[in-house]
Structures are given as structure tokens and as C-alpha cells.
């Protein structure tokens, strides 16, 4: 029988505490990826509730560690500016999302609810780089090679030397691109992939956390341009620790009703481009096909003027967007008249009615207010205040604005109608697509602004703008 002496069994235990891992547990919130050692209900770097989960973590104990030497540091006199390389993606609506196209090392993450068509804007991008003659690969952690490819046949995307990846484990798929190092991957998608150096779950903050990390640290060593596809939770936003759009370079959301043809495509985030530029797409039975007018989507196709519709000239990026505004004002017969917005903000329109009673005499405490942004594009800007209250003040007094009236202008608490950025190319816009009037705020008004076909009217309160209407 074999013994083992105390002074060995003293060495072994050393031995483990000093060089074998220790496991922990540890709950990670889903929202934000704080790291908490209890379980609670709350997360305290987040206050989002419930959303902290159980994941095993594994910590190296080794106490004896060789010195590390210096990074490389530079000046940035020394460093040499080049102009960044852009690779076009083939479709023109895509490459205006992405400031120019796609950049060598850059990584770019795609969200948006399912069906909206993140995978079919990749498959078709892929399989025309392809065609072109650029080494491209596709990877797909949800489905089969079989199926990718039965979907590109469909869609009229198919490229016979399009590389398909059906792979989920990151180390395989790591080894697959350093071996092949295409110009451009897609990750089809983040939650589906996992490293065997974690033993949560796929899908898991710490998977998502760790897999996205050394796919853009590879992508940064290599050149590689990386494509992720993201899901998202039921408040729209991407799943996973918020980390994960600090990571990556641009970041991109797909917007737009499964039930209608129209898919908008907005840059959250872009360190290459510009933020919030849009790209406008159709489905179609021959995959997404971009749209090159978008306004005309916006805009109503009834051939007769009606109350409660204004046109506005917003701005998405560098883009200049005519969208129509549709407001239904009834009386309401509850206590609590209802205030809807879809398109716009509800608690700037609750704002805007104060402001309409206030400074014009209009009230609308006893009616029931509902707002709609044609299209189902969604505004944020404060330049659309004017025409959300002249369509408001159109369909309470049941009188039509003209049908070539465009109008933009920001209202302030005090009644002021503020200027807006970008006026002169605004009314370029509207002046292309045949509008013959113009409400516009008093300082972005020039006697040097002509512009042909076009009669220009400066206002500088609301009341004014509404006396205006009311003799067209």
C-alpha cells in the first residue's frame, strides 16, 4: 500500500493554492456587466432590476509573475496621418450608413428585431464583394451551410466562391480566419458564439464580453474587417453588457415594421463616418434594394389636401428628408384626454400643447391629441416643433394647409421660434421636390438666400406663424 508522508501532502496543497485555478461564483448583470459577489435584486451600477445572472469565474492564483516589459510608446508627430482605405460594399444606401464603406480593422456591429433583415444585407453584401473577386467569408452560428445557401439562391445573391463558416466555438473560428485572413467577416451572430476558456452558457454576458474582445482584438492585429450581427432585447436595444458597443468601432441598428416593405438602417455610433446618417431599404422578393428618394416614402400619396397634415424637412445625418405629419385632434370623452405620438416624442408633444395654449390661445385640454410621422421614421429632432403644431392647429380648426407648404422651426418655452441648422440646404430640398412655400424660423432667414420656385416666410413667435396660415 502506498503512503504518502505529511511533508509531500504539505507541498501538494502549496503547489494547488499557488498555481491551480480557483473557481467563484459570481452574478453578472445582462444589462451593464457589472460583477456582483451576491445575488441581488437591483444592480447598483445600472438600477435595472432583475437582471442579474449566475456565471462560474476563474481566477489564477500564480503569485510569481516575470517582469513585463514597457509597451511602445509614440509621439504623434512621429506617427504618419494616411487617408483611410475604404472598401465599398456595393449598395450606395449601405455605404452612406457607413461613412464611405467599410474599413480595413474596423469592427462593426448590426442590430435589430428579428426578420428585420440584418442577414440578408449580409449575404447580399458578401456575395457581391465576392463576385467582384475580394476574399470574403460568411460565418453562421444559426444556420447550416445548406440553408445559407438555399437563402442566397432565393434572393439572387448567390456567389459560387462565397466562403460559408457553420461554426459557433471561437477558437476554431479564430484559427479558420488567421489561416485564411479574408478582407471581410461576418459573425452571424455574437450570442450564438463561445469560448471553451469560460464555462457559462452561450449567449451569457461573460461569453459575449469575451468573445467580442478578441475578435476585435484579432481584427485590429490582422487588418480584418469583422462584421457582428447583434440580437436585441424587447426594448430594442442590444442584448448583452453595453460594453460591447464600446468595443467595436460602428455601430448600426435596423429600424422599421416587419409588416411593411420599408427597413431603415441608422449609425448609433461610427469612429469613421458620421453619427445618425440613415439608409433607407425595400424588401424585396430579390433581397433589400436601396432607395435612392427616400422622401417620396414619406410623404403621403393622397392626390387631395386634408386637415391635419404638414410637411417637415428634417434632417437625418447629412441627409435631408421631407416627411409628412399627420395630427387628429377630437374631443375627448374621458376624464384623461389621450396624448399619442408614434414617430415623435410624447413628452415634447405634451410640452408643445402647453406652449400652443399658452402663447396662441389654442387649448386642447379637452381633446384627445394623436400624432403620426408618415413612413414610420422616427424623429428626434426638435426642427420638426413648427409642423407638429401647425398640423395640430389644421385638424382642431378642420382647415387644410396648402399642399406645397414645407415647414421647420424649433419652439422654445417662451413662444420663439429658434433657428434650425442647416436651413439653406432644407429648403434646396424642398425647392427639388416642387414646393412652392416655405415657414421658416426669422434667423435663418438672409435677403442673400434665393432660391427659384420658392417663396420664403420668416416668422419669430408662434403666434405669428399661426396668423400666417390662416391667410394662405
Known amino acids: 500500500m502506498l503512503t504518502v508522508g505529511p511533508k509531500k501532502i504539505k507541498i501538494v496543497l502549496l503547489f494547488k493554492r499557488l498555481f491551480v485555478a480557483k473557481i467563484k461564483i459570481q452574478y453578472v448583470c445582462n444589462s451593464c456587466g457589472g460583477i456582483f459577489p451576491k445575488w441581488q435584486g437591483q444592480c447598483q451600477a445600472c438600477n435595472a432590476w432583475n437582471t442579474l445572472e449566475e456565471s462560474l469565474e476563474t481566477q489564477s492564483q500564480h503569485r510569481f509573475q516575470g517582469i513585463t516589459k514597457p509597451a511602445l510608446q509614440q509621439k504623434l508627430s512621429e506617427i504618419a496621418i494616411e487617408d483611410i482605405e475604404r472598401i465599398s460594399s456595393t449598395i450606395p444606401e449601405f455605404d452612406r450608413v457607413l461613412g464611405g464603406g467599410f474599413v480595413d480593422a474596423g469592427v462593426v456591429l448590426i442590430g435589430g428585431d428579428p426578420g428585420i433583415g440584418k442577414s440578408t444585407l449580409l449575404l447580399q453584401t458578401l456575395a457581391n464583394l465576392s463576385l467582384s473577386g475580394l476574399s470574403v467569408i460568411y460565418v453562421s452560428g444559426e444556420e447550416s451551410a445548406a440553408q445559407i445557401a438555399s437563402r442566397a439562391q432565393r434572393i439572387g445573391s448567390y456567389a459560387p466562391d462565397l466562403s460559408i463558416l457553420p461554426e459557433i466555438q471561437l477558437e476554431k473560428i479564430l484559427n479558420t480566419l488567421e489561416n485564411v485572413r479574408p478582407k471581410i467577416a461576418v459573425i452571424d451572430s455574437i450570442q450564438t458564439l463561445y469560448s471553451d476558456s469560460l464555462s457559462s452558457a452561450p449567449g451569457s454576458v461573460a461569453q459575449v464580453r469575451e468573445c ?21 432585447t424587447k426594448d430594442g436595444s442590444i442584448a448583452g453588457p453595453r460594453v460591447l458597443e464600446h ?31 440613415l439608409g433607407v431599404f425595400a424588401m424585396t422578393e430579390t433581397g433589400l434594394k436601396g432607395v435612392s428618394n427616400p422622401s417620396a416614402l414619406f410623404l403621403s400619396q393622397s392626390t387631395e389636401i386634408v386637415p391635419g397634415a404638414c410637411v417637415l424637412v428634417t434632417q437625418e445625418g447629412s441627409r435631408n428628408i421631407l416627411v409628412e405629419i399627420q395630427a387628429l385632434v377630437d374631443t375627448s ?17 405634451a410640452m408643445l400643447l402647453a406652449v400652443l395654449h399658452r402663447h396662441a390661445g389654442i387649448a386642447c385640454f379637452d381633446q384627445d391629441v394623436f400624432l403620426n410621422a408618415v413612413g414610420g421614421v422616427k424623429i428626434s429632432e426638435p426642427a420638426a416643433d413648427l409642423a407638429v403644431l401647425m398640423a395640430i392647429q389644421s385638424s382642431l380648426k378642420n382647415y387644410a394647409l396648402p399642399k406645397d407648404l414645407v415647414v421647420f422651426g424649433e419652439i422654445g418655452l417662451a413662444g420663439e421660434i429658434r433657428a434650425c441648422p442647416r436651413g439653406q440646404e432644407r429648403l434646396k430640398e424642398a425647392a427639388k421636390l416642387g414646393f412652392k412655400k416655405a415657414i421658416i424660423p426669422k434667423a435663418n432667414f438672409s435677403k442673400s ?24
Open 247 to 277: 468595443i467595436v468601432d460602428t455601430v448600426l441598428y435596423f429600424e422599421g415594421d416587419t409588416h411593411s416593405s420599408f427597413r431603415l438602417v441608422r449609425a448609433i455610433k461610427n469612429r469613421f463616418g458620421a453619427v445618425n446618417e
Open 212 to 232: 467580442a474582445s478578441q475578435l476585435t482584438r484579432f481584427a485590429k492585429s490582422s487588418g480584418v474587417c469583422l462584421i457582428l450581427v447583434g440580437h436585441v
Open 333 to 349: 370623452h374621458i376624464p384623461n384626454p389621450r396624448r399619442l405620438a408614434v414617430g415623435l416624442e410624447q413628452n415634447r408633444l
Open 449 to 472: 438666400i434665393k432660391i427659384e420656385g420658392l417663396e420664403i416666410f420668416p416668422v419669430d413667435r408662434i403666434e405669428h406663424a399661426i396668423n400666417l396660415v390662416r391667410n394662405f
